[in-house]
């Protein structure tokens, strides 16, 4: 019996199949959870529970349109892989399934739709679930039935499947386990009392905001092993759910957010720049040659090249570029520098600070930037602050570890509804007093640190104001993202820093200048990283001055 992961894993770790880098790394992963199980782990790999669904849909399903129809359904290599992870990790006690939600990122002409009615039908008559609820769900009830209309012409196509399901006026019933299918849209007078078992999200870009997805997720709180899939490829519309649910699987497979019972796959190009190169194709079209045509990608690539206006859309649809949103400052990579260093090295050392301030959502970061003679490598020290009240609604809402950061000393929580700045000046007074580390310099942004600053002044701090807009950034942002690369940036690991810098993206001017920007989602938080440009940028501005006292 073939075990589809690690045949996948197997040729994507030897090149013989080309995909991107963070589905990789996941298909890696849990290729080693199967060779090399964690005795540990409360979950394990059952073949037989992984390959039941791909032998319901290859021995049951038809296809139901164009020059394949009627045929038998024939599930390529990438689409076993994910629904052998989908169903193959069980808990080891109570075989319940290990993972209850899925995001799949894939180009069009994928075969989306076959793969999603193949597992939707097999969730309604073969997982042995009476009264299943199995819904398609959408904005708008017109997009939510183009899923389940693919299912009912599956079933019309297949002899086996139209004996025992029944097509009624607005679902597909299977009167053997009372099992429903239908269509469900945020404007259907049907969102209470939802019992659902499996709920599919097709195209989730469409859809605008959470409500949907926040009320399907609610209706799987009854069910013993739930699963909410959502497929699609990239969108143009910013600030959406999509957006949301991207940044968090881009992070789950990233290794930022650990999280067992999500899924991420992310079929998409490494780099921009590799949408001309043909041998980068199958990064984002995982069924090139198979499902897609080559030769409809080649006539898209080259339209694109011949005409500019073009190339928008086909970078989004078919590479899954989100081409309306800022780029990302650094790649994941590029951040994680595990390198850690004791304050105890550094004391007696000259730095310069920096300041992001904050009163209530965002954080407030303080920063001491170091070098040591001789070496190149910077320093990097910090702390967080946040408000007390509203913390823990944060916590939830966010799914941000605000508590355990605390209980590390990495973040400060004060009293009351906004940020105690009086704090961040007795930090920078501690590392003074504790270990003798003395700021030649503090930057901060003048917005909000009027009396702050004062403060600072008074005490004997020597303040600089840094503007926050290209001229002053883009510079000194450049070269700390030459830095990172170089791997010449040690922060301590911290993780509330490498957290803000994976957040981090960057605006580009008509003459090439940078500043940061945040990414897509509004509860991401890039202060810790503008907290180190501001002492990067007065670093820079100082340089020969900060080296002769070392």
Same mark, same amino acid.
């Given at each position: 019996?073939?075990?589809?992961?690690?045949?996948?894993?197997?040729?994507?770790?030897?090149?013989?199949?080309?995909?991107?880098?963070?589905?990789?790394?996941?298909?890696?992963?849990?290729?080693?959870?199967?060779?090399?199980?964690?005795?540990?782990?409360?979950?394990?790999?059952?073949?037989?529970?992984?390959?039941?669904?791909?032998?319901?849909?290859?021995?049951?399903?038809?296809?139901?349109?164009?020059?394949?129809?009627?045929?038998?359904?024939?599930?390529?290599?990438?689409?076993?892989?994910?629904?052998?992870?989908?169903?193959?990790?069980?808990?080891?006690?109570?075989?319940?399934?290990?993972?209850?939600?899925?995001?799949?990122?894939?180009?069009?002409?994928?075969?989306?739709?076959?793969?999603?009615?193949?597992?939707?039908?097999?969730?309604?008559?073969?997982?042995?679930?009476?009264?299943?609820?199995?819904?398609?769900?959408?904005?708008? %009830?017109? =997009?939510?039935?183009? #899923?389940?209309?693919?299912?009912?012409?599956? !079933? &019309?196509? +297949?002899? $086996?499947?139209?004996?025992?399901?029944?097509?009624?006026?607005?679902?597909?019933?299977?009167?053997?386990?009372?099992?429903?299918?239908?269509?469900?849209?945020?404007?259907?007078?049907?969102?209470?009392?939802?019992?659902?078992?499996?709920?599919?999200?097709?195209?989730?870009?469409?859809?605008?905001?959470?409500?949907?997805?926040?009320?399907?997720?609610?209706?799987?709180?009854? %069910?013993? =092993?739930?699963?909410? #899939?959502?497929?699609?490829?990239?969108?143009? !519309? &910013?600030? +959406?759910? $999509?957006?949301?649910?991207?940044?968090?699987?881009?992070?789950?497979?990233?290794?930022?957010?650990?999280?067992?019972?999500?899924?991420?796959?992310?079929?998409?190009?490494?780099?921009?720049?590799?949408?001309?190169?043909?041998?980068?194709?199958?990064?984002?079209?995982?069924?090139?040659?198979?499902?897609?045509?080559?030769?409809?990608?080649?006539?898209?690539?080259?339209?694109?090249?011949?005409?500019?206006?073009?190339?928008?859309?086909?970078?989004?649809?078919?590479?899954?570029?989100?081409?309306?949103?800022?780029?990302?400052?650094?790649?994941?990579?590029?951040?994680?520098?595990?390198?850690?260093?004791?304050?105890?090295?550094?004391?007696?050392?000259?730095?310069?600070?920096?300041?992001?301030?904050?009163?209530?959502?965002?954080?407030?970061?303080?920063?001491?930037?170091?070098?040591?003679?001789?070496?190149?490598?910077?320093?990097?020290?910090?702390?967080?602050?946040?408000?007390?009240?509203?913390?823990?609604?944060?916590?939830?809402?966010?799914?941000?570890?605000?508590?355990?950061?605390?209980?590390?000393?990495?973040?400060?929580?004060?009293?009351?509804?906004?940020?105690?700045?009086?704090?961040?000046?007795?930090?920078?007074?501690?590392?003074?007093?504790?270990?003798?580390?003395?700021?030649?310099?503090?930057?901060?942004?003048?917005?909000?640190?009027?009396?702050?600053?004062?403060?600072?002044?008074?005490?004997?701090?020597?303040?600089?104001?840094?503007?926050?807009?290209?001229?002053?950034?883009?510079?000194?942002?450049?070269?700390?993202?030459?830095?990172?690369?170089?791997?010449?940036?040690?922060?301590?690991?911290?993780?509330?820093?490498?957290?803000?810098?994976?957040?981090?993206?960057?605006?580009?001017?008509?003459?090439?200048?940078?500043?940061?920007?945040?990414?897509?989602?509004?509860?991401?938080?890039?202060?810790?990283?503008?907290?180190?440009?501001?002492?990067?940028?007065?670093?820079?501005?100082?340089?020969?001055?900060?080296?002769?006292?070392?």
């Amino acid at each position: 019996m073939t075990n589809w992961i690690l045949e996948y894993a197997d040729k994507l770790k030897s090149g013989k199949e080309i995909t991107s880098k963070r589905v990789k790394k996941i298909y890696l992963k849990l290729a080693e959870e199967i060779r090399n199980p964690d005795p540990n782990s409360e979950w394990i790999y059952d073949e037989s529970r992984a390959d039941k669904p791909i032998e319901f849909i290859e021995q049951f399903c038809k296809h139901s349109k164009g020059e394949w129809m009627g045929r038998d359904v024939e599930l390529d290599l990438f689409q076993k892989a994910f629904i052998a992870a989908l169903f193959g990790f069980v808990h080891k006690l109570t075989g319940v399934r290990r993972f209850k939600e899925t995001f799949f990122l894939v180009a069009r002409k994928n075969g989306k739709s076959t793969l999603l009615s193949g597992i939707m039908l097999y969730m309604q008559i073969a997982d042995g679930e009476g009264g299943a609820q199995v819904v398609s769900a959408a904005t708008k %009830r017109d =997009q939510a039935a183009i #899923v389940f209309n693919e299912c009912v012409n599956m !079933v &019309r196509q +297949s002899p $086996y499947l139209s004996k025992h399901l029944k097509k009624r006026k607005s679902d597909i019933y299977f009167p053997l386990t009372f099992s429903t299918m239908n269509p469900l849209s945020s404007d259907s007078n049907t969102l209470d009392g939802l019992n659902l078992h499996l709920a599919v999200i097709d195209e989730l870009h469409a859809i605008k905001d959470r409500n949907l997805y926040e009320v399907l997720k609610q209706g799987m709180s009854a %069910r013993n =092993q739930p699963l909410l #899939v959502m497929i699609t490829t990239a969108g143009t !519309v &910013r600030e +959406s759910i $999509y957006d949301d649910m991207y940044e968090y699987a881009a992070k789950v497979a990233d290794g930022v957010i650990k999280d067992e019972r999500f899924l991420p796959v992310l079929y998409e190009l490494d780099d921009k720049k590799e949408w001309s190169d043909w041998k980068c194709w199958k990064k984002a079209n995982p069924g090139l040659g198979t499902i897609k045509k080559v030769e409809f990608m080649s006539e898209q690539v080259e339209r694109a090249k011949n005409n500019p206006k073009d190339l928008p859309g086909i970078l989004t649809k078919d590479f899954n570029v989100r081409e309306t949103v800022a780029g990302a400052w650094l790649a994941y990579d590029e951040v994680n520098n595990e390198t850690t260093f004791d304050l105890e090295d550094v004391r007696g050392s000259y730095a310069i600070g920096g300041a992001d301030l904050s009163s209530t959502t965002d954080l407030t970061c303080a920063t001491l930037i170091l070098m040591k003679p001789g070496n190149d490598t910077k320093y990097v020290i910090q702390q967080y602050f946040l408000p007390e009240e509203g913390l823990e609604k944060r916590i939830i809402d966010d799914k941000i570890p605000y508590d355990k950061w605390r209980d590390r000393g990495l973040l400060t929580v004060t009293e009351g509804a906004r940020v105690d700045y009086t704090q961040v000046t007795q930090w920078f007074i501690k590392m003074i007093n504790e270990y003798d580390i003395r700021p030649l310099y503090v930057g901060f942004d003048s917005w909000n640190a009027q009396y702050w600053t004062l403060e600072m002044k008074d005490i004997g701090f020597d303040m600089v104001e840094v503007r926050q807009g290209y001229k002053t950034l883009s510079t000194p942002m450049k070269e700390l993202e030459s830095e990172f690369r170089m791997n010449q940036v040690i922060y301590n690991n911290n993780p509330i820093l490498k957290w803000c810098l994976t957040n981090t993206s960057v605006k580009t001017d008509e003459n090439g200048n940078i500043r940061p920007v945040k990414g897509v989602s509004q509860r991401q938080r890039i202060d810790g990283m503008v907290s180190l440009l501001i002492a990067y940028v007065v670093l820079h501005q100082n340089y020969e001055n900060y080296r002769s006292m070392l």
